[in-house]
């Protein structure tokens, strides 16, 4: 049965936050539920340098229906099959945490115990070559899936690189054409009912008023109606993650397209480095209490692989999230609700799930306390999640080599995390339950790339016996050596079948 009354949704920004919001509500509610409004302001800039993704948003763009091959082109995109950190460990170290994993379960047993069984008995052979995704991104190879191998073998995993204005523009043209109304202004005033603060109505600077019943601010870091209008406090989470300054700059791409994000430690921060079919974004994150921004530039223009497209440009955050994301009848989306810095590619994904949570919990009535409460639950847990796995990456390293690098490496740390790492340490195991978003591999990935290596492996590994181990492992790498050499290079890949008009 249909709902008596039906909800005006209004959408506030536009940016990759806003038009997910529009393309994906549009889509699953096929206008069933009501209207969707969408205001955004051509004066007002989008901070549009999120340009990594991770898998998951593989079943977003399924969900709407959209063509991969389109997508990729129209968004000048590439695929990507994880990310490099290089001198994160320390100085001239480098690994990849992978998509995908390393080898399947032997008997309900994780892959890394035989592996870590292995080497107790002296076999040298780096994990990384049991994942095809590594050994792809070593090779700079590319391929959608491999072939289906023995038993027990690994899966091939993939996100994608893209323009984040040019997805922002592709989703824009898809929502519309669903029936998404966009306006165009600036908002001037916020308007809320005088007996609860419900925001009812937005007033814009050239007198149009839109008036709606649930509205998600997608208004970026301004936080325009949940952080500014309604007053949710802000939950500052910089003595864990204390980078809080970022300069952003496209450069010329090279002739090989590399399938993976890398991110470079430098002294006070790190760098990214994404590549695209047309370019390649680059930015410094870094931290202010132990780098001015004329070092920090002359770091991030000094490490480019090319001819600099554009002035760099600066944006300043805070690490954290809003003390609750839901609030009366506005959802914080995106940068509005929280951020956590780009390390490993998780603000488009924070979007992608904030709205999952929205439409399970769609309101019949958006005074619902319960239906707030839960989705406010749900929100804390996925970021507390994702900052324990953030700050793992600074806080496990071996570096002393500046103030920053001692901070980080002799900070006190979440209590929910330490307990992750004394339970790695002890045996192995990664403390992690179902629905988490990152795997118990990509755990392993970082665990291991960052020097945290356990000092025993989990017992129920010595029960198949050494040669059927040896035999199972043996099988899984020839498949993953056999998988890639039959794989086409990345731009090969790129040209054939996804190819990018001229930018």
């Known amino acids: 049965m249909m709902p008596e009354k039906q909800h005006h949704i209004v959408i506030v920004g536009g940016g990759t936050a ?146 984040a204005s040019l997805y922002a523009a592709y989703l824009r043209d898809f929502a519309v054409k669903l029936g998404v109304r966009r306006v165009e202004g600036r908002i001037v005033g916020v308007r809320q009912r005088a007996e609860d603060g419900y925001v009812t109505t937005l007033d814009l600077a050239d007198g149009t008023m839109i008036e709606g019943d649930l509205f998600l601010d997608c208004s970026g870091f301004r936080s325009l109606l949940l952080g500014q209008t309604l007053g949710v406090g802000f939950r500052d989470w910089s003595r864990w993650l204390p980078c809080d300054r970022a300069l952003a700059v496209p450069c010329v791409g090279t002739d090989e397209i590399t399938p993976y994000t890398r991110s470079t430690a430098h002294a006070a921060g790190w760098q990214w480095r994404i590549p695209l079919q047309h370019r390649i974004g680059n930015g410094h994150v870094y931290s202010s209490a132990f780098m001015d921004d004329a070092e920090a530039e002359a770091i991030l223009m000094g490490n480019l692989d090319g001819k600099v497209l554009a002035d760099p440009r600066p944006l300043r ?104 790492m004394d339970l790695f340490r002890a045996r192995g195991r990664v403390a992690r339950f179902d629905g988490q978003l990152f795997s118990e591999a990509s755990w392993v990935a970082v665990f291991l790339g960052q020097g945290v290596h356990p000092v025993a492996y989990d017992p129920m590994a010595d029960v198949l016996p050494e040669a059927e181990m040896r035999q199972r492992l043996a099988r899984n790498l020839d498949h993953v050596n056999r998988s890639i050499a039959a794989m086409p290079g990345h731009r090969a890949f790129l040209n054939r079948h996804c190819r990018a008009a001229a930018a």
């Open 317 to 420: 955050f805070t690490a954290g999230r809003r003390e609750k994301a839901w609030v009366r009848n506005v959802v914080g989306i995106g940068l509005a609700g929280g951020f956590m810095e780009p390390l490993e590619s998780t603000s488009i994904h924070l979007v992608q799930t904030a709205l999952f949570r929205l439409l399970a919990l769609m309101p019949t009535d958006v005074r619902d306390p319960a239906t707030r409460d839960e989705f406010n639950r749900l929100s804390e847990i996925e970021y507390e999640q994702i900052r324990d796995f953030l700050i793992l990456h600074y806080h496990a390293t071996e570096r002393d080599d500046s103030d920053f690098w001692n901070y980080c490496r002799t900070m006190a740390i979440p209590d929910s995390l330490r307990h992750k």
């Open 18 to 163: 806003g038009w997910m919001s529009a393309a994906l509500l549009a889509k699953a509610t096929k206008g069933r539920l009501g209207r969707i409004t969408l205001v955004e302001s051509a004066e007002i800039g989008t901070v549009g340098v999120g340009e990594a993704t991770i898998p998951p948003i593989q079943f977003f763009n399924q969900l709407l229906g959209l063509d991969e091959a389109d997508f990729v082109a129209r968004t000048q995109g590439s695929f990507k099959l994880g990310i490099e950190f290089r001198n994160w460990t320390r100085q001239g170290h480098s690994y990849i945490h992978p998509f995908g994993n390393y080898g399947g379960n032997i008997d309900a047993v994780s892959f890394h115990h035989y592996w870590l069984r292995l080497r107790a008995l002296g076999d040298g052979t780096d994990i990384g070559d049991y994942c095809p995704a590594i050994a792809a991104a070593r090779a700079g190879k590319f391929a959608p899936e491999i072939p289906q191998g023995p038993t027990g073998a690994p899966v091939l995993s993939f996100a994608y690189h893209f323009d």
